[in-house]
Structure formats: C-alpha cells, structure tokens
C-alpha cells in the first residue's frame, strides 16, 4: 500500500467537505456579498436552458496532447497519472482542486454560463452536481465508441435516473454514508438508528450538516426514502434531529471532521463515510462500521467533460482507462472507496486479499441491497431541504 | 517670486490629499463598493433558478425582519460570549501588560516577542489544537472532574465555555499590545509623584495608571470585541450545537442555503448593532479624542 497517511492530509483538507472554516470559505465570506451579488446580476440569459449540446465531431484519430483532471483531493492513486501517460502518450496536468460541489459550482458556474474555459477537461462532482451540470447543457456527451470499457460498470448504476445510459457521467467511485462508531466507549453493537438517541450516548453523538448525507439514513429509519423524498418526509426527519438537539443528544454537526471527534473519544456514534472508516480502523481497531439496519445512503462521485473541455478525446481516453478493471483496482487500493465496476474481487485479490474481504471496500450483497441513492432533486426542492435543515444545523 | 510662492503653497495643499489617495482608493473599491453592494442585496429578493438567481432590488426589508426574528438568539449570543472574552482578555492582559512595561527590564523584548510568537502559528490551526487538550478523555478533563469543577455538561469541549475560552486565547494579543503601547508611554516620575502624595497602591492604580492607560483599555476592547463578535471558527470548532454564533450563520446561509438577501440582511443587523455598542462604549469611556 502507499505510504502516505492520507488521514494526516485528509483532516485539513476533506474529500467530502472542505473544512468550513477554511481560508476559502473565509475569503467566501468577505468577498461573498459583492462577488455573489456581481455574479448574479447579469446571468439571467442562461437559466433554465436544458438543451444538451453535442459533442464535437470526432474524427476517429487518437487523442493527442494535454488533458487538464480536476479532481478531489486523495482521489488518486500514486503512480497513476504516470501509468495513463506511459499507455497513452498523452500528457495530464492533474489537479486536486476540487474540494466541494457548491463551492466548485458557486466558482465556475458564471464562466460556464458563457462558454469560457474552466481550466478542465474533466471535472469529478458528485451524482447530483453531474446531473445539475447535465441539465443546464454544460457537459458533452460520452462517446461510446471511445468508451469501450463501459461494460464494466455495474449494471445498478448503469440504469440510474440521475443519467440513464450513463451518457454524460462516468462514475469514478461511490461510498456508503451510514454510522461509524467506537466499540470500547458503545459496550455493544450499534444497528439502528434508534440506538443513536440511546441516553447513554448523550452529547456523544455527532450528524452530517450536509442535507443529503444527514437527513438519508433518518428518513430511511421512519419508512420513508431518499429516492423519491417531499417536504414532508424530509421535515419529519429534521423534527428527529431537532427533538435530540434540544434534549443535548447531539454534540455537533460535522463534514468529514467526525474522524478526529470520533478517534480522540470525544463523539461515540458519528454518521460517517466507509471509506474515512477504512482508514481510522488502522489506527483504532476498536472503531466499526455499520449500515443501519433500516438502511444507510450510498454517494457517487462521477467524472464528467465540461463543455468547456480543450480535449475531448483525451478525457474519454482517460475515463477509458479507469474503466479497465485491472487499472481501476489501484485506485480502489489507494483510495479505499466502494468500486463502481463489477466483478472486482479477482483484482482487488491480485494487489492484496484483504481489499476483496473488506467489506467496507467490496460490501456484500446484502449491504448493497441496503443502500440508497437520493433522487435527483430539483432546483425548489434542494433550497427548501437546505433551508429547513439549515434551521436545525445552523442555528 | 510671488508665482513661485503660490505655486509651492498650491502644492503643498494639494500633497495631504495626494498622500491619501491611495488609502481612498483602496477603501472606495474593497469597502466602498462592497458596502453599497452588501446593503442592495439585503434589500432585494431573489428570483429564477436557485443556480443562477437574479437579485431583484426591491427594498424588501421582510429580509431584516426574518434576520432579526430566526437569529435573535443566535446574535445575543454571539454579544455574550464577545463581551465576556473581552472582559476575560482585559483581566489577563492587564497585568501582563504591566509587568512587561513596568518590571520586565532587560526582558522586556524577550517577553513581548514570547506573546508574538504563538501567532505565527495560523489562527485555524491553534484553534484546533485546543480540540486536542480539551478533549473528553484528555488530562485536563480527567483533572477538572477530579476536583469537581467541569461545566454541567460533564466536559469540557464543544461548551460555551470552551468558545469563550477560545476567543479569549485567539484575540488575546489584541488587548496585550495595545494595552502595554499605553502603559509603557506613563512618565514614570508620574507614578513617583503620586507616591509622594502618600497614594497607596490603589489609589496610585485607580488615579494615575488606569487612566492613562485607558486609551489601551479602549483600543484593546475595540480589537478583540469586534472580530469576537463576528467570529465562527471558534463556535464551529470548540462549540456545540448549541453554541452557534451569528457568524456560523451567515456563513450557512451564504454557503449552504444560498440566501444572499437574508445573509446580507444578517451582516448588516451585526454591523449596525456592533456600531451601536462602539459608540455607547467610547461614549461612556470619554475618550473620543483617543481613538
């Protein structure tokens, strides 16, 4: 395995979330109100058009020269850029500067709206964003011809609402959202979500501030589902929080920063990602991980070209090649995320057998089956759940 | 001759201004602007596609209305903790300040650059690193609860008092400085005088040092309350959910919600009250021509 802990660069800068109080998102607050409101004003010609560009003819030769990546920090695996270079002569100006999807959005959505480079070829924003992107008419399209790995994608995410037919995202890696947690500190298994608000644990417990990542598991818990959500169902979940947080149950809304409450002893139960776990577990073999028995969500990061793009070939090239089962075994290594090919077990088994047995890594059907993946909201929708969970988290 | 005189009179008139400029032009683009700005957009509502909003101008001061009623409790708050860290801060740098101006001797630039040094290290990080010696199953939690002196929440992390504690420690240096730049301007052959008047101590203290230490007292209390006030690091790492500040709201509804009318609305309620508060307190101190 690599060398570096990830965990030590993780804590400041997190895949999921860049740390709130981040230089950036200081500079956000003091540039905000003049940028936001400059941004805002002459941006009305583009809102609402849904109409897909198509991609530029391709005139069937191999891509050539420079392919700019924007992807999230320790999304990769060392050695890989080297590897696509070697394959393909292609040379890659690879960035990790993708840090959040409202942030990226909030930065790149006015030179998109005018059709302006962004500085990437391919860009890697969760399921939700890719599909924002889709339906603003910023992406192009995937050629299938260039793609000729894309069989092996699971066929679950193949028929997916958020992109039928996979025409304009490539999933890269997904992960499980569900409870991580400290055995030493529980005294026993944690399985429901009804265990979280257990007095025991009182000021112990910690929730995602993300709206999709909090409220998921909590509406699965009270019968209703992530896939086809309404006020409603989302409101009943937020009353569950609200009720706990006035009773002193919840001790803080967290990003990806649960990791270092729940590794120093400070929070016994955290909503938490699988993959963050895989890594605290080398540290604290204590710490376990668990899909709530009424289920837990599941995220999808997917690689997609803007519009924008300055190499079009290049970029399916390279999905391509991520898409070769061997390749992609690497980067599930490195990065210990849940794969988005099928039938990964034989290569995970080549780089380390454990990887194939973990089944944070290569989660077992039953898991699976436990999993669910918001429905693409709409534009009214993501405000109102914003807001009415921003009335619990930020207040 | 007399041209020439006019002329060097003209210019010099002129110069003042011309020195000045650049500050002018600076303030007119990054607060001018953005002043006028912020004030629109609290004023406007939003339309179209929550993505690529349109800010209508529309003096729709319902945004004022909702700042105030859903975040009063956030913004009392907020001036709590602010003004008991500033009072806190006063109590520990006073001394300090004191005895660096007063009684340090030779080691009086050692101490002052000891009470620098912490801040080369950046403000996120030494707030963080208070998560590490707070923590639940940290020494200093063991050692309070042994003696019976935890906060009621049986820790001592994620707590108002840790907030407190937090703003205290990182705005510190803002009272210090100020505070020894005044004391160490006192004529010593004041403090001398006062003593052959029979002044004890306090009554030294109470009629010759604090007075004209004041300036300090103000300039001190000004540079820590403000930024206090409008703080959200601290609360977002030190604190609960139950210690959420005006910041961490402005901050959600700038990032999170999107709600820039309200956001602005909420930057403009603290501006003003914090306004309000300076000048009560410089009014109350007498100092006006201090600052």
């Given at each position: 395995?690599?060398?570096?802990d990830p965990r030590a660069i993780a804590r400041l800068t997190s895949r999921r979330r860049f740390i709130g109080g981040g230089?950036?998102t ?46 999230w920090p320790l999304y ?23 840090n959040d999807n409202e942030e ?22 969760t ?47 997904s992960g499980m959202v569900g409870l991580a947690y400290n055995k030493a500190a529980t005294?026993?298994d944690i399985t429901t979500i009804d265990d979280l608000w257990d007095?025991a644990f009182k000021g112990k417990i910690s929730l995602f501030s993300d709206m999709q990542d909090g409220l998921g598991m909590l509406m699965m818990s ?15 979940a937020i009353?569950l929080v609200r009720?706990n947080k006035?009773k002193g149950q919840i001790r803080r809304f967290t990003g990806n920063d649960y990791a270092d409450d729940l590794a120093a002893g400070n929070i016994v139960v955290a909503q938490a990602y699988s993959g963050d776990v895989v890594q605290l577990q080398k540290d604290n073999p204590d710490l376990d991980f668990v899909v709530p028995?009424?289920?837990g969500t599941t995220f999808?990061d ?33 990065t210990r995320y849940v ?21 944070l ?10 999993l669910?993946?918001w ?11 914003n807001?009415?969970y921003a009335?619990v988290t930020g207040? | ?123 996120l990080i030494?707030t963080i690193a208070w998560k590490t010696i707070l923590a639940d199953d940290g020494?200093?939690v ?11 929440e049986?820790r001592l992390l994620s707590t108002?008092?840790a907030v407190?504690?937090g ?65 959200f690091i601290n609360a977002d790492y030190l604190g609960s959910t139950e210690t959420t500040?005006?910041?961490n709201?402005?901050q959600t509804?700038?990032l999170v ?35």
């Open positions: 395995m690599a060398d570096v230089a950036a200081a500079a956000a607050l003091i540039l905000g109100p003049s940028v936001l409101a400059s941004c805002s004003s002459d941006t009305t010609s583009t809102s609402g058009q849904s109409a897909a560009p198509s991609a530029p003819a391709d005139d069937g030769a191999a891509a050539t020269g420079t392919l700019r990546v924007s992807n990769m695996a060392d050695g890989f850029v080297a590897a696509f270079q070697t394959a393909t002569g292609l040379t890659v100006d690879y960035k990790e500067d993708f990226w959005f909030a930065k790149n959505k006015e030179p998109l709206s005018r059709k302006q480079d962004i500085g990437a070829d391919l860009v890697v924003p399921q939700f964003m890719a599909a924002r992107l889709a339906g603003l008419g910023w992406l192009n399209p995937i050629s299938e011809a260039r793609w000729t790995n894309r069989g092996n994608l699971r066929t679950d995410l193949m028929d997916n609402k958020a992109d039928p037919g996979r025409k304009f995202s490539a999933p890269y890696l005294g026993r007095p009270q019968g209703a589902s992530p896939e086809d959500p309404s006020l409603e169902s989302v409101q009943k009353d009720e006035d028995e009424s289920g999808l997917t690689m997609v070209i803007p519009y924008t793009t300055q190499n079009q070939k290049a970029a399916e090239e390279w999905i391509n090649f991520i898409y070769d089962r061997a390749n992609y075994a690497k980067l599930v290594a490195f794969p988005v090919l099928s039938d990964m077990t034989a290569e995970l088994n080549k780089i380390d057998p454990e990887l194939a047995n973990n089944p890594i290569n989660p077992p059907a039953e898991t699976l089956a436990k669910k993946a429905a693409p909201l709409t534009d009214e929708q993501t405000s109102e759940f807001k009415a009335a207040g | 001759m007399a041209g020439v005189a006019g002329s060097t009179r003209q210019r010099s008139r002129i110069a003042p201004y011309l020195m000045i400029l650049p500050a002018m032009a600076y303030l007119g683009v990054f607060y001018v602007v953005p002043f006028f700005s912020l004030l629109r957009t609290s004023l406007s509502e939003m339309v179209g596609s929550i993505y690529l909003p349109t800010l209508s101008f529309s003096w729709n001061f319902g945004n004022y209305a909702r700042a105030l009623g859903d975040y009063r409790e956030q913004i009392l708050r907020s001036f709590g903790y602010a003004l008991t860290a500033t009072v806190l801060c006063l109590l520990l740098a006073f001394p300090l300040a004191y005895v660096i101006a007063f009684k340090a001797g030779r080691f009086k630039n050692l101490l002052l650059g000891l009470v620098i040094l912490p801040f080369f290290v950046t403000f030494r020494w200093v063991d050692a309070l609860g042994t003696v019976g002196l935890l906060p009621s049986g108002s008092w407190i504690g703003l205290t420690y990182n705005w510190i240096i803002f009272m210090i400085l100020p505070l020894y730049v005044s004391l160490e301007k006192i004529d010593s052959r004041l403090l001398e005088a006062s003593r052959d008047l029979y002044a004890g101590n306090r009554r030294m203290f109470g009629k010759v040092i604090l007075p004209l230490a004041l300036p300090g007292v103000l300039a001190g209390s000004l540079l820590v309350f403000i930024p206090s006030v409008g703080d500040m005006i910041g709201v402005i509804q700038f919600v999107k709600d820039y009318p309200v956001a602005a609305a909420l930057s403009f309620v603290l501006m003003a009250l914090i306004l309000a508060g300076v000048l009560l307190y410089t009014r109350a101190l007498g100092t006006e021509d201090l600052v």
